[in-house]
């Protein structure tokens, strides 16, 4: 069946340094999404992501969905402490398959 | 907007009890309902498909009669864990695509932490 890979699985960083997780999938998606869950919390949505070659940002996070529709990418610029949680990608579509979810953790 | 509840958000209880657990759409209605599980430093497998009048669909080695699974109207949809044992204890959530919204976004509840002593 389908998979999504996500690397890597734990990101240790200074504040101020960025962050990149990288979303891996064995089959072309339609969309992709990514979610953010902070420590005891559960997922909130952050984006999708549906063109192929597609860029958004939001504030500091910019999501990039590859040209093939297969892989994804969400990099934070100057980390905060704010930042820290589990990131998730999944895809697609109402029966969402997740990663396995990158842990950052961000020291002051 | 886009509000899902679940409750009870914890439950405690005792090895071979059954545990009741609702996910409700607060100000939209859906059609479909997803039930996910997380285990610690894990990330959310899919469990089952909840669907509204009609039976719900089960994952790849998720056993169906241990958790029951009822999609009783437009804005809830429960989960009974039967007969519940300590490796049943897991955060249990509950995710909903607005039916009015289209596309694919899924709002998730805040979920519900089983022990199962």
């Known amino acids: 069946g389908q998979q999504v890979m996500q690397i890597p699985q734990y990101q240790h960083v200074q504040e101020g340094e960025d962050f990149t997780t990288y979303c891996n999938s064995s089959?072309?998606?339609?969309?992709i999404q990514w979610y953010k869950q902070r420590p005891g919390g559960h997922p909130v949505f952050l984006i999708q992501?549906?063109?192929?070659?597609e860029v958004k940002k939001q504030k500091r996070l910019t999501f990039q969905f590859g040209e093939a529709k297969k892989n994804s990418s969400l990099h934070i610029t100057a980390t905060q402490t704010t930042d820290v949680g589990t990131y998730f990608c999944?895809?697609?579509?109402?029966?969402?398959?997740f990663g396995q979810g990158t842990e950052l953790s961000v020291k002051p | 907007g886009a509000v899902v509840s679940q409750h009870p958000s914890w439950v405690i209880c005792k090895s071979g009890t059954s545990v009741k657990i609702e996910c409700r759409s607060l100000?939209?209605?859906?059609?479909?309902m997803f039930w996910y599980r997380q285990f610690p430093k894990q990330s959310l497998m899919l469990m089952a498909t909840?669907?509204?009048?009609?039976?719900?669909?089960?994952e790849q080695g998720v056993e169906k009669d241990k958790f029951l699974i009822n999609h009783a109207s437009l804005t809830l949809s429960t989960l009974t864990v039967t007969s519940a044992h300590p490796e049943d204890s897991s955060f249990y959530i509950c995710?909903?695509?607005?039916?009015?919204?289209?596309?694919?976004?899924?709002?998730f509840g805040p979920g519900t932490r089983l022990t199962v002593l």
């Open positions: 995710s909903a695509p607005p039916l009015e919204r289209g596309g694919d976004t899924q709002y």
């Open positions: 999944a895809g697609p579509g109402g029966k969402l398959i």
């Open positions: 089959t072309t998606l339609s969309n």
């Open positions: 909840s669907n509204e009048g009609s039976k719900a669909t089960y």
């Open positions: 100000d939209f209605q859906a059609t479909t």
């Open positions: 992501l549906v063109k192929s070659g």
